[in-house]
């Protein structure tokens, strides 16, 4: 079982549009979780970290549940700019500096 | 340049051969991870180095993949004679390992397009 599992998509949505994609992840050792985003032929970046109370930054929304397994990351009023490859991140507890990534989801905004 | 440094930008060479990937962190980060990407894949992990540590070998492919990291710092991934499925881009990344949490970035160098013709 792969540590880290996302909907590759893609996600077409219309602009202004709130989309919502999981990430489930099969080590509950597992301490720090963030959200990278990859444009394509470019490098993954960090967009946000998620922390266990759940974080807001701008249009996008970080949960976590722990009990499920899962985070979340919750993009409202959608851009042209928001179309990437948004990838699921883990750090496991036994290894704070290892790093476990989601295949990533892809999202295509459209006009 | 304070970023992840790597060399070369595109490579292209004919199966068989032997590549060298090379990869400067950023100054100070104890953590360099390598990672593979096929056209429209996930990230695959390759190797990690943690300061003086072992490195964790456990995502390399195949005894022709081997890596090393020199003082510390510079890492050079190897790849000896190469084959058609080994085209990629090998993605270099360091982090600063504080292991605060939440904290722990890890940074990404622009890669390195391999070809294998």
Not at chain 1, 17 to 26: E, K, L, P, Q
Not at chain 1, 27 to 48: G, H, I, T, V
Not at chain 2, 9 to 22: A, H, I, M, W
């Amino acid at each position: 079982r792969k540590e880290v599992e996302q909907d590759p998509g893609p996600f077409n949505v219309p602009e202004g549009a709130t989309v919502a994609f999981n990430c489930t992840y099969s080590n509950s050792a597992s301490q720090s979780f963030f959200w990278y985003r990859q444009d394509c032929r470019k490098e993954p970046k960090l967009l946000m970290s998620v922390y266990s109370s759940g974080n807001e930054d701008g249009r996008f929304t970080a949960q976590l549940n722990r009990a499920s397994q899962y985070i979340s990351l919750l993009i409202r009023d959608s851009k042209l700019s928001d179309s990437a490859t948004y990838l699921c991140v883990v750090n496991p507890r036994y290894n704070f500096n290892k790093f476990y990534f989601g295949s990533g989801t892809k999202l295509n905004v459209k006009p | 340049g304070a970023g992840v440094s790597q060399s070369p930008s595109n490579k292209v060479t004919e199966k068989g051969k032997d590549v060298e990937l090379r990869c400067d962190p950023i100054s100070g980060h104890t953590a360099l991870y390598w990672y593979r990407q096929s056209l429209g894949q996930g990230l695959e992990f390759l190797i990690y180095f943690q300061g003086n540590s072992a490195p964790d070998k456990s995502g390399l492919p195949s005894d022709r993949f081997s890596a090393e990291r020199t003082g510390g710092s510079v890492s050079t991934l190897t790849i000896q004679r190469t084959q058609q499925e080994d085209s990629a881009v090998y993605l270099c990344a360091s982090s600063a390992g504080t292991g605060q949490i939440g904290t722990t970035e890890a940074f990404f160098g622009q890669g390195t397009r391999l070809t294998v013709v």
